[in-house]
């Protein structure tokens, strides 16, 4: 076949692929923050048949809870409730599993998935804020420091020991802890950690799987009261991310006698919170919040790398409307519509390996992570 045949042949695919001009990028990939899973209902009622449907109603209205808590950037904001007409709106599907009835009773598992245009819709019209988008994995490094000695991969980490032990947690921050093997040891110790030593940070993160610009050095930092002889734990946390380091500060007292298990479970829990609140804060979206319009090219490679970026752009809660404008054998161009400011863009787009530069010309996107095969 001739060059220029060739040439005619690769941009036809490609069109195909891009779909026609204005057609929307395909959504899927961020439905999975609006979903949520293994929602337990138990409900007795006259029959079985009642039951049940009480038991999809509660579930639905249960999970619809848990939602605007990972989504609501106030933690204390109440969600609205939903009357029956509106969650079958809200509601996209609902699967169940580890379905059992009795002549009276239903116990089931549901997995609810909502519809994210429907969502918003709702958390505008109740005035919340809420962010939508999912930080890459986190890594956190447990230092400990007590008597006088501070360690982090030692044999006996009690702060290392409690993040283990912790549960799982819906959040829109997940966070990974080093293991603490040898690999570890030999690449970051607790005072290069409490430096904030970037190079050995971020070489772990990527080993982890975790971005390498979203590291948190935990320090606990645990004593005596001399007085009331009660263990104290004074947590200092320092995020190194793109935006910039912040830093978290808070201490939390226990019994006497306690072992302190408790106390650095509670500490725990703290700190994951604040993580996921500074998230939050960073890339909250108010209701009603006007959108935005931007057009950017895409260096493209191969079939494969325009159809992946395609797909990492539809899983971007931020981006309403990508619209393709022109593909080339080089280079596609694209328009999005989005909702939030450019930096929250940015990260967002940054999460799914997206990376964009501006400059004097035009924006461009280009793709970091490896195309999924």
Request: no cysteine.
């Amino acid at each position: 076949m001739a060059v220029a045949g060739l040439f005619r042949l690769v941009v036809a695919v490609l069109l195909v692929l891009a779909g026609p001009a204005g057609a929307q990028a395909p959504r899927a990939g961020q439905d999975d923050v609006f979903t949520v899973a293994d929602v337990a209902v138990d409900v007795t009622d006259a029959t079985a048949a009642q039951a049940r449907e009480r038991a999809l109603l509660e579930g639905q209205r249960q999970a619809f809870q848990r939602l605007m808590q990972r989504l609501a950037t106030d933690a204390s904001a109440r969600p609205p409730r939903l009357d029956e007409a509106t969650m079958a709106s809200v509601v996209r599907s609902i699967d169940v599993s580890n379905e059992r009835t009795s002549a009276v009773r239903y116990l089931a598992t549901l997995t609810i998935r909502f519809n994210p245009g429907a969502v918003r819709d709702v958390l505008a019209a109740a005035g919340i804020s809420f962010t939508e988008t999912r930080a890459r994995p986190m890594l956190l490094v447990p230092v400990y420091s007590a008597g006088g000695s501070t360690i982090l991969f030692e044999d006996r980490n009690p702060w290392r020991e409690a993040w283990a032990r912790r549960p799982q947690r819906d959040t829109l921050v997940p966070i990974v802890v080093p293991l603490g093997d040898l690999r570890d040891i030999a690449d970051l110790d607790a005072r290069q950690a409490m430096a904030g030593d970037t190079a050995k940070l971020e070489a772990l993160a990527r080993r982890y799987g975790a971005a390498d610009s979203a590291v948190a050095v935990a320090v606990a930092n645990v004593s005596l009261d001399p007085v009331t002889s009660k263990p104290i734990v004074a947590l200092t946390v320092i995020r190194h991310s793109a935006p910039g380091d912040s830093t978290l500060v808070d201490s939390f007292t226990g019994e006497a006698g306690d072992r302190g298990e408790a106390l650095l479970a509670r500490a725990v829990d703290w700190v994951e919170r604040e993580l996921e609140r500074l998230w939050k804060d960073e890339n909250a979206v108010g209701p009603g919040q006007d959108e935005r319009h931007m057009t950017f090219a895409v260096p493209i490679a191969s079939l494969a790398e325009w159809t992946e970026v395609r797909r990492r752009l539809g899983g971007i809660g931020l981006v309403r409307k990508a619209d393709v404008l022109q593909v080339t054998r080089q280079e596609g161009r694209i328009a999005i519509t989005y909702v939030g400011e450019p930096g929250q863009l940015k990260s967002a787009l940054a999460q799914r390996d997206l990376e964009l530069i501006e400059g004097d010309g035009e924006a461009v996107l280009r793709l970091t992570g490896p195309v999924r095969r």
